[in-house]
Each structure stands twice: as structure tokens, then as C-alpha cells.
């Protein structure tokens, strides 16, 4: 536990509606922030253009108002930080951690799907733009997920030299999002499980930009009946923002926390936390009853 006050987030990507799924992370998040005393923020995670739902990001900051979860401050857009990830990206660069990389898929498959050897094996090209990769160590990265227990991932072996800068000049969730939360002064990171493999590469980020690592708790993800995780691909029906009620106790209830009969969604909320502690959560998305 730090000895700073804690500072959580939910970071939602503007590809749709808020989602059942969304909403249980967006509900574990706030509860886990307000349980330490602490504030909850919202980052609108908007760096990839290509895959962004016209009107979404509003719809979801509405959706969460709806549904009684209200930031301590008024939303972030990642996409209007553009600098701070640029000057990220510099220093990376200029103490030699990226390499520049013109692989195609095609190459990178014939490479086993993954560079390790901290430089690209296609020939550069100078007439088109390379992505920018970071030359992943041979080393255990080791940390403790407060919900899924002790964690470590070789990540070389795991996420290899993984882009940093896309060809395109977008930058990557992972350095976004570490350079954001480092930012913002995030102390504590609350999400769904599907990006547990992503915190080795965050974390060494964080080593190589001189950034604090926030405490971890990946929340088990909501699966559909046929154990296939509900996404916005898996087409999840979106959340209700005219009827918070049914979709607010589902999302209690899933999480482990006793839902009450409380008749608005603040006051649902504010009584779920009485008696919750994070260690009640839901560990693990794979036991029996947990499908919708
Ligand atoms: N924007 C990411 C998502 O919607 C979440 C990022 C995070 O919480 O670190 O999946």
C-alpha cells in the first residue's frame, strides 16, 4: 500500500456504447477507489481514430452520470495529450530503446508472429513511415495483482519488441496509457482482466520513464453463456441509461457485492459500499455461475 492518497481511474475507449462488461469495470473501479477514500477519475482512452464510434465517448461519460458514477474530476481525453506521449516517445528514443520497423504481417508471421531481437528484419524503407518498437529485455517482470495474486511474465518471451508508435503515428495503449496515468498521478489501477498481460509492459515503461508503479487489481471478466468474453465484437448489448437500476444490481451482483433495494442509483451504490472490501470481489471469471 503507498502512503499517497489513492487516485483511481476508468479508462474507457470510445468504440461504442457502455457495455455490460464496461460497466462492471467502471462499477469495480469506483467501489475499490471509494472503499481506500479516495478519488475516482475518467480517461477517455481516444488515440485510435480508426476504431472510434462517432458520439460514443459522450454517450458512455452520459451513461456513467446515469448510473450515479461521477468523477472527482472533469473527464480527460487521451487525444488532446498528444504531447506528453510525443515527449515520452522522444526520451525513449533517444536513450535507445526503439528501433524503427517496416515488418508486414506477413514477414512478422514468418518471424514466429513476434520481434525479440530488438531489431527489424525487413529492409528499411525510406519512403514510407516504419512503426517504432521497444527492444523488450530478457527479464521476469514481477508484480502483485491485488485480486489475482502474484504475477511475472518474461517479456521478451511474452510480448516481445512491442510497438511503441504505429506506422500510422498513433501512438500505442500502452504508452498512452502509462505516460497518462503517470500524469495524472494514478495510484492505484482497477480493470478488467483481459489487460492483466499488459501491466510487464507497462511496468517496465514506467521503470524506463522514471514513472512510480500504481498498485494492480485485474477484475475477472464477464463472459456470455457460451464463455466467450463479452466485448463490444461479441456485440454486448449496451447498457440502459433510462433504466440504471436492473443493469446497476446485475452489475453488483457479478462483482460479489450484495446489491440492496435502494430505488436510485447513488444511493445503490453508496450502500454497496457498506461492508465491501476489495478482498470480496469476484477472483475469478472461470468458476461455475458466473455467465450472464
Ligand atoms: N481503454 C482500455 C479499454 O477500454 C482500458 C485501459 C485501462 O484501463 O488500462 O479496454
Known amino acids: 500500500m503507498t502512503t499517497s492518497r489513492y487516485r483511481g481511474r476508468f479508462a474507457p475507449s470510445p468504440t461504442g456504447a457502455l457495455h455490460f462488461g464496461s460497466l462492471v469495470t467502471a462499477v469495480g473501479s469506483w467501489l475499490v477507489a471509494r472503499h481506500a477514500g479516495g478519488e475516482w477519475l475518467v ?57 524503427p520497423c517496416w515488418c508486414s504481417r506477413a514477414e ?6 513476434l520481434h525479440r531481437d530488438g531489431r527489424c528484419i525487413a529492409a528499411a524503407d525510406p519512403s514510407r513511415p516504419p512503426a517504432w518498437r521497444l527492444r523488450s529485455p530478457d527479464r521476469v517482470v514481477t508484480w ?33 496509457c502509462v505516460v497518462d496515468d503517470g500524469d495524472q498521478g494514478i495510484t492505484h489501477v482497477v480493470r478488467g482482466a483481459d489487460l492483466l498481460y499488459s501491466t510487464a509492459r507497462q511496468i517496465y515503461l514506467q521503470q524506463l520513464l522514471g514513472l512510480p508503479t500504481p ?5 475477472p471478466l464477464v463472459m456470455d453463456a457460451q464463455g466467450r468474453k463479452l466485448s463490444k465484437s461479441t456485440a454486448a448489448l449496451p447498457v440502459d441509461p433510462a433504466d440504471p437500476l436492473p443493469a ?7 462483482l460479489g457485492v450484495k446489491p440492496g433495494a435502494a430505488a436510485t442509483p447513488a444511493r445503490l451504490l453508496s450502500d454497496a459500499l457498506d461492508g465491501f472490501a476489495p478482498a470480496t470481489l469476484r477472483r475469478s471469471s472461470l468458476t461455475p455461475g458466473t455467465t450472464l
Open 43 to 99: 480517461r477517455v482512452e481516444d488515440i485510435d481514430p480508426p476504431r472510434e464510434v462517432p458520439g460514443s465517448a459522450a454517450s458512455i461519460l452520459s451513461t456513467l452520470d446515469a448510473f450515479g458514477l461521477t468523477p472527482d474530476q472533469p473527464p480527460v481525453y487521451q487525444s488532446r495529450r498528444n504531447d506528453l506521449s510525443a515527449a515520452a516517445f522522444d526520451r525513449l528514443r533517444d536513450a535507445g530503446h526503439l528501433f
Open 215 to 219: 498498485g494492480y487489481l485485474h477484475l
Open 248 to 254: 446497476l444490481r446485475k452489475a453488483l451482483d457479478w
Open 144 to 176: 502483485h495483482d491485488d485480486l489475482q495474486g502474484p504475477q511475472a511474465e518474461n517479456l521478451r518471451e511474452v510480448a516481445g519488441d512491442f510497438v511503441i508508435r504505429r506506422v500510422e503515428g498513433l501512438w500505442s495503449y500502452q504508452l498512452a
Open 108 to 113: 512478422l508471421a514468418a518471424h514466429g508472429g
